[in-house]
């Protein structure tokens, strides 16, 4: 089992910046990749970007640029910094990590709001 805490999020204004931040716990030595999505109202979730155990990252083409994922392993946490935010990226943001037989846990979201 993985258990995953987020949290960063808030109001900020448009052209901002935020930095979610996910503590992981629990069976860390099973995860292959961990990610970070997010999902609007009315919308599907989608990936917003993703990260190896080795440092490999990819992301979304709308936050390429922009977002930055990174890991911090002493601290165990994964962390999603986002400049210059633009209104559409307003969304429940959630941490994923998926194992290397393909479980997938999910932290419980924070909401990033961009609006003057």
């Known amino acids: 089992q993985v258990q995953l805490v987020e949290s960063g999020g808030g109001l900020v204004q448009p052209g901002g910046s935020l930095r979610l931040s996910c503590v992981v716990s629990?069976?860390?030595?099973?995860?292959?990749?961990m990610g970070w999505y997010r999902q609007a109202p009315g919308k599907q979730r989608e990936l917003v970007a993703k990260?190896?155990?080795?440092?490999?990252?990819n992301y979304a083409d709308s936050v390429k640029g922009r977002f930055t994922i990174s890991t911090d392993n002493a601290k165990k946490t994964v962390y999603l910094q986002m400049n210059s935010l633009e209104p559409e990226d307003t969304a429940v943001y959630y941490c994923?990590?998926?194992?290397?037989?393909?479980?997938?846990?999910w932290g419980q979201g924070t909401q990033v709001t961009v609006s003057y």
């Open positions: 994923n990590a998926e194992t290397f037989v393909h479980n997938s846990y």
């Open positions: 990260i190896t155990g080795g440092g490999t990252t």
């Open positions: 629990g069976s860390i030595a099973t995860i292959n990749h």
